[in-house]
């Protein structure tokens, strides 16, 4: 996490940089068996070796035969050993691979899910903030990640409250975020700023 004290006549900002990653959401796989095959389909491709990130989740909506239940041998997996509805899975933050199978079949209907460390966030940089009507921070970024600026009046305060963000842009290698002045926080006012993939 990067900080930042900025001090703009008679008001104080402290600027806190990090990155939060989201859960995944929706079904990232769909598995099912057609035409009765020893294999299972995973979008599109029979048994393929799945290449997961280590501590995100994932869901797979799982429409297999009755004879063909479909299990991912790990830890983290919820709604395990089933042929049909969604099944959960965190990947362990452990450098291991894994893999699912058939629980009838086993090795006769197995694949590989292999397990690899999340990509580490860009490298952000403060190139400028102003205070006027309106904050403007302008930083370095990627275009897949969005700054979410927050504020407290009090460090010792676990409550920290979003800035209403009004632009959020990203162009030729610097994000422009513009967000609305705090109400009614007073001179002293910490900002910190975090970043999420879109």
């Not at 001090?7 to 990155?19: A, D, E, K, N, P």
């Not at 068996?33 to 994932?58: C, E, H, K, M, W």
């Not at 409550?159 to 959020?168: E, G």
Request: with cysteine.
């Amino acid at each position: 996490m990067n900080l930042w004290a900025l001090r703009f006549g008679t008001v104080s900002i402290l600027i806190t940089l990090s990155c939060t990653l989201p859960a995944a959401f929706g079904a990232d796989f769909t598995v099912t068996t057609p035409g009765g095959q020893f294999a299972f389909n995973i979008n599109g491709a029979d048994s393929p070796s799945l290449t997961l990130v280590r501590g995100r989740t994932y869901t797979f909506a799982v429409a297999t035969s009755s004879i063909h239940p479909f299990r991912v041998n790990s830890a983290g997996v919820v709604n395990n050993n089933r042929t049909s509805g969604t099944l959960t899975y965190t990947v362990p933050t452990t450098g291991a691979n894994f893999t699912y199978d058939c629980t009838v079949h086993g090795a006769s209907m197995r694949g590989t899910i292999l397990t690899v460390a999340p990509p580490p966030p860009p490298t952000v940089r403060i190139l400028n903030i102003s205070v006027g009507t309106n904050i403007l921070l302008r930083s370095t970024g990627t275009n897949n990640f969005t700054v979410m600026p927050e504020y407290t009046t009090n460090l010792i305060s676990t409550n920290w409250f979003a800035l209403t963000v009004q632009t959020n842009r990203f162009a030729d290698g610097t994000n422009d975020t513009i967000c609305g002045l705090p109400q009614g926080a007073g001179n002293a006012v910490f900002i910190r700023i975090k970043s999420q993939p879109n």
